[in-house]
Structures are given as C-alpha cells and as structure tokens.
C-alpha cells in the first residue's frame, strides 16, 4: 500500500470545521452594508416617484 502525503498536506484551504460550527466564515465584509447604505435613498427616491404617478 502506498501512502501519498498530498492527499494530507492542505495548502491555501480553510481548516475543517465542526458541524456544530454556527459562527460565519471569515470576517464580516463592509462593503455589503456600504452597498445596502448607498442603495437606500435610491430605493426611498423610487417609492417616492411610484406613489406620486
């Protein structure tokens, strides 16, 4: 039986994690709420126009 190390060695991969794991991956992006904070007065400027036509 042979053994290969590279079915082992993880190279630029996550750890595995617990199944009961609940916590999220990495770090918090901020560009997420940056876009949702920049698509507010537009979405608010829309309902504004659909409510007067």
Known sequence: M???L???VRRSAK???ASN???RPGR???WYWV???GAMPTLGL???LS???
């Open 2 to 4: 042979r053994i290969e």
């Open 6 to 8: 590279r079915r082992y």
């Open 15 to 17: 750890a595995p994690r």
């Open 21 to 23: 794991d609940n916590r």
């Open 28 to 30: 918090i992006h901020a």
């Open 35 to 37: 876009f949702v904070v």
């Open 46 to 48: 829309l309902a504004v």
């Open 51 to 53: 409510t007067l036509i």
